[in-house]
């Protein structure tokens, strides 16, 4: 997609969290928004995050000459079944959906983690998720299988594991 980028998460970035994460409309798969104080506690941790990467790394995507930031991408450490990998998981904010970007932003973002040293990208989006399913399966992610877990926890939430294979990407 023309003009669209990643950066790593900055200190500018908590208003792209607060119109997506915070956002009830937009976290109607994720059991709700989250509350400002959580809210601030996730970007504190996306800053870490940026500083040291060797556990993985929230980016903000950027659109046009004047990068505007339009949503989030990120991985992080995870395990599945004995399986290490990373973890994926997006946000585009309202106005920018169904254009393409979360899809672009991932492509970049499978690029980066390729060259990393774990072999599989997982991601977990609820099984009503319709948007993030349809990405998985666009990326080539395999689904492993459906699971009754709970986000955040204590709430359930019923997903679909999708496993990407890093190595034949
Ligand atoms: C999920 C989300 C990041 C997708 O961002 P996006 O930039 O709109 O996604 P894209 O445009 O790259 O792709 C979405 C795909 O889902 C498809 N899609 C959208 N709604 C759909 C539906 N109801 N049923 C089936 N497919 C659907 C689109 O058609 C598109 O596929 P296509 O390009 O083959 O047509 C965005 O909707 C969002 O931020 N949602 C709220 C937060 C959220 O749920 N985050 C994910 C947590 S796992």
């Known amino acids: 997609m023309n003009g669209l980028s990643i ?3 900055a200190e ?7 119109k ?8 109607v798969h994720l059991n709700g928004p989250e509350s400002s104080e959580k809210l601030q506690k996730r970007h504190r941790k996306y800053v870490a995050m940026s500083a040291d990467q060797h556990a ?3 980016y903000t995507i950027t659109m046009g000459p004047e990068k505007a930031s339009v949503g989030n991408v990120g991985y992080w450490e995870t395990e599945w079944d004995g ?5 994926t998981g997006w946000f585009v904010l309202p106005e920018f959906q169904g254009k393409g970007v979360a899809t672009a ?7 980066h983690v390729a060259a990393l040293d774990r072999p599989f990208l997982f991601a977990s989006p609820s099984v009503n998720n319709a948007p993030s399913n349809a990405i998985c399966r ?5 689904l492993v299988k459906k699971v009754d877990s709970e986000y955040p926890p204590g709430k359930p939430l019923r997903i679909n594991v999708w496993r990407l294979d890093l190595k034949s990407t």
């Open 7 to 9: 950066r790593p998460y």
């Open 12 to 18: 500018g970035d908590i208003w792209v969290l607060e």
């Open 20 to 27: 997506t994460l915070g956002d009830p409309t937009q976290m």
């Open 56 to 58: 993985g790394c929230m």
């Open 83 to 87: 399986q290490k990998g990373w973890e």
């Open 105 to 111: 932003a991932m492509r970049m973002l499978v690029d």
């Open 138 to 142: 666009k990326l080539g992610f395999v």
